[in-house]
Structure formats: C-alpha cells, structure tokens
C-alpha cells in the first residue's frame, strides 16, 4: 500500500501529537468524516499507534518529526556535503539498499545517499525482513564505489559498526557495542543492524550498498515479529523524542569520512577502536555456517577482522563470516 496525497496530509496534520477533532481533519482535506475514520484506521498498516476520543478527536501515541533534506543538511560538515551525490527522502519505499542496488547497476555515481520514512520490505541479514513503522527509526542506504576491487572492503561492515558508534556516543547511552560481523547491541539486547552488499569486479570497480536500520522508536505491537531481543534508543536514554534530522546527519557525517578513507587505510586502522565496543569477546556462543554449529567461546577479532572462536579443546578457529548465538546474555 503506497501512501496517499490524504494520509500524507493527515499525518502531517497529527505529527504535534495533539488531538485534532474528525470535523477539523475533514475540512483540511476537503472530504467526511467518515472519509477521515478510515484514513486514520489505516495508519496502522504504517506501524502507528493513534488514539481516537469522543469529543476530541484523534491523536497519534508518539508525535512525528519527518525527515527533509534541508534539516538533515543543516547538520552536516562542509566535507560531508562534498561528498554526497545525491540525497532523497522516500515516504515510503522497499528496500532503500534495494533502491541503491538498482542505482549503481545503472552506474550511479559514488555518494548516492537514500533515506525512508517507511520500508515495506527492509532487508535484514540472511534474508530476514527489517521491521519499519513509518517515522520510528531510522533507514538509511549508502552507495559508495571502490577502485580495488573485493579485497579493498574487506572488514568494511566492522568500521561501519565503529562510525555509528561515535554518534551514538554523542548521546547518554549506557552499555552501547558492537556484536561481530555487524549489529549494533545495547544492553545485550539489538539496537541497530548493518547490512553491506557488494557488486563489481574482483580485482577491479566495484560498487557497495550501505544500509543502516537503528531503532528510535518501536512499538511493540510492531515488535511481535522480532525473534531476538532488541532495544531502541528512547528505553536506553529514557527520551521519548529523539531528533531524528539531527541523528541522520550526524551518522551521515561519519559514515561518509570512514567510506571516503576506507580503501587507503584499510581495517587496521579501526582495529583497536571496535575491540573497545567488542560485546562477544570472552561469552560463550554458537556461530551458524548455514546450518552447521560451531560451538564455543568468543576470542574477538583478528588483524583481518574476523571473529576469533575457541572450542572446547582449546583450538583457536578464525571465521570470515557466520550468524552468532549467545549461550548467555551479552552484557
């Protein structure tokens, strides 16, 4: 369901979180008010949560602050502007990753930057879904082009993780980490996920896709389908309103600086900095190859980035990729 001319505008008419009467949102879009029920009803398809009171009207739970291109840019350093290319805002969209995916088979240039109130299809890691209310959270995608080929981004998704976390250090939250190969954890429990696709030549050009999901806000209704434990930013800050336009530019602003060096100075150079945010090292866990169980106690990472798992008979076992288990709560 594509959002309409009328939703838009009632959403813009109820993002101050205020009751607005039926009468009132009907004269603003020139329709009834039984029109106007069933605009608001199907607000719930979006992932928001409203309040309709007789006598008052309808109220959205959480107020909305929209994304606009001329907020987040008001954040952004004069290197950061520089190197994006491109910049759009989508209401609503499938896949921003999916969207840049397209964009660089079409030979877009370097810097694309994509951002989305709502994802009807965001992708999370092994083909899972990554579950987007409309104005909530965050979604946003990077295309940036590498010269050197496969190898150049080797240990990409790892310094990716430690750019979110300088922003995130910005704000007072406790326990903020990064779980290998690419989630942000806070608390033992997900607060955001990276997800890297890469296209091109081996030894030659070739092409990322970025994307970043980090929640804000998530209501729980909209949580059911989760099968991990996650988090968002308003229950680790205790803020029910966190800027959002500030929050993108300010990841936007890092992220950027890290793409725009990554391939001179390779991993080494965030090594040292994603073993401080390391919430693996030393638990106990399963790491998943497809199917297969490799079961023991996280080591950390090596110089090349990957994770580092010693089994039961001590052997020490280094590991390109894999989905992680905790055997105990990472703290």
């Not at 008001?74 to 995916?101: E, P």
């Not at 205790?238 to 100075?265: K, M, P, Y």
């Amino acid at each position: 369901m594509l959002i309409s001319d009328k939703q838009k505008k009632i959403l813009t008419l109820l993002a101050d979180g205020q009751f607005h009467s039926g009468t009132e949102l009907a004269q603003a879009l020139g329709v009834s008010r039984s029109a106007i029920w069933k605009q608001v009803n199907a607000l719930t398809v979006l992932g928001l949560q409203y309040s309709a009171v007789s006598g008052k009207g309808y109220r959205l739970d959480k107020p909305l602050e929209f994304l606009t291109v001329a907020k987040i840019d008001a954040y952004l350093d004069n290197q950061t502007k520089i190197l994006i290319s491109s910049l759009v805002i989508y209401d609503q969209i499938d896949s921003t990753n999916r969207y840049l995916v397209e964009l660089a088979q079409q030979q877009a240039a370097s810097g694309q930057v994509c951002f989305a109130e709502h994802q009807t299809a965001g992708k999370g890691r092994r083909g899972r879904q990554w579950v987007s209310p409309f104005g909530s959270n965050l979604y946003l995608s990077i295309l940036w082009r590498f010269q050197q080929g496969y190898a150049s981004t080797t240990g990409l998704s790892l310094a990716i993780g430690v750019a979110v976390i300088r922003v995130l250090h910005q704000y007072p939250i406790p326990d903020v980490g990064l779980k290998w190969p690419n989630d942000i954890y806070c608390k033992g429990k997900k607060l955001g996920g990276i997800l890297i696709e890469i296209a091109g030549e081996t030894e030659g050009p070739c092409a990322a896709v970025i994307g970043l999901g980090l929640n804000l806000f998530l209501p729980d209704a909209q949580a059911q389908s989760i099968t991990q434990a996650w988090t968002d930013l308003s229950k680790v800050t205790g803020q029910t309103t966190i800027e959002r336009n500030r929050l993108a530019g300010e990841l936007l602003n890092q992220l950027l600086s890290v793409l725009a060096e990554f391939e001179s100075i390779g991993i080494n150079a965030y090594l040292d900095e994603w073993r401080r945010y390391d919430c693996l090292k030393d638990h106990p866990a399963t790491l998943f190859i497809g199917e297969q169980p490799f079961v023991g106690v996280v080591r950390g990472i090596n110089d090349n980035g990957l994770l580092l798992l010693e089994h039961s008979d001590g052997k020490l076992q280094a590991f390109a990729s894999g989905e992680v288990s905790f055997n105990r709560t990472v703290q």
